[in-house]
Structure formats: structure tokens, C-alpha cells
């Protein structure tokens, strides 16, 4: 499956930006989907974790209560809207797909990614 993320963007902390990761090749509800973010000199690290259905959600605590995980199989679409942004969230924004069975894959585990997308928050 090939995965295009976009969205990315300059904001002011506080301020609010929509990723999208829009999937192709194969059938999209056939993958658990995550986001993930690295900033520089820092590993990359799980941001949300989607079922396939799109019923199941986690985040890390750091953006809980900030950003929602989303899909539309039917547009095979996966979303990040993120709120109440803050300078630390500063980083690019990667999105994959995982096509095993483990309730909760690590970074390792995701089978496809997409190109990151930037998201850098002023203070």
C-alpha cells in the first residue's frame, strides 16, 4: 500500500492543524494505521494508533485530550487533527499501516510508510 501524508504547516502554539494520510494499492481496511513524529536528533516515536474499523484509538499522553486519530475507509483517508498545538509537537509527521495481528504494534511492526509531513508550532 502506498501512503501520501499531508497537512503539515507553520502554526502559533495554540493554534490547531488537520493531517491526512491518503492510501492507495491495496484495501485500506485491511491495515491498522498510527501516526508517528520525529523531531531532530530524537527518535521517532508513536503519536495514535487506529483499528481497522477505526473503533479503537491510544495516544501517547503527551498529545491526549490535544489530538483525535480518525478514517474514512471509504475514502481511505486516516486523519490527525491536532488542537491546542505546543512547540514541543514540532516535528515531521509520518503515517503507516500495519497488516499483522497484534493489538498494539510497535514502530517496528508497521509494514508501510509515508513521506513525513512537517509540522513546526512557534511559541
Known amino acids: 500500500v502506498q501512503l501520501q501524508a499531508s497537512g503539515g504547516g507553520l502554526v502559533q502554539a495554540g493554534g490547531s492543524l488537520r493531517l491526512s494520510c491518503v492510501a492507495s494499492?491495496?484495501?485500506?481496511?485491511?491495515?491498522?494505521l498510527g501516526w508517528f513524529r520525529q523531531a531532530p536528533g530524537k527518535e521517532r516515536e508513536i503519536v495514535a494508533r487506529?483499528?481497522?474499523?477505526?473503533?479503537?484509538?491510544t495516544y501517547r499522553d503527551a498529545v491526549e485530550g490535544r489530538f483525535t486519530i480518525s478514517r474514512d475507509n471509504a475514502k481511505n483517508t486516516m486523519y490527525l487533527q491536532m488542537n491546542s498545538l505546543k512547540p514541543e509537537d514540532t516535528a515531521a509527521y509520518y503515517c503507516?499501516?500495519?497488516?499483522?495481528?497484534?493489538?498494539?504494534?510497535?514502530?517496528?511492526?508497521?509494514?508501510?510508510w509515508g513521506q513525513g509531513t512537517q509540522v513546526t508550532v512557534s511559541s
Open positions: 494499492g491495496r484495501t485500506f481496511s485491511d491495515y491498522r
Open positions: 487506529i483499528s481497522r474499523s477505526g473503533t479503537g484509538t
Open positions: 503507516a499501516a500495519y497488516g499483522g495481528w497484534k493489538p498494539f504494534p510497535g514502530i517496528a511492526d508497521y509494514d508501510y
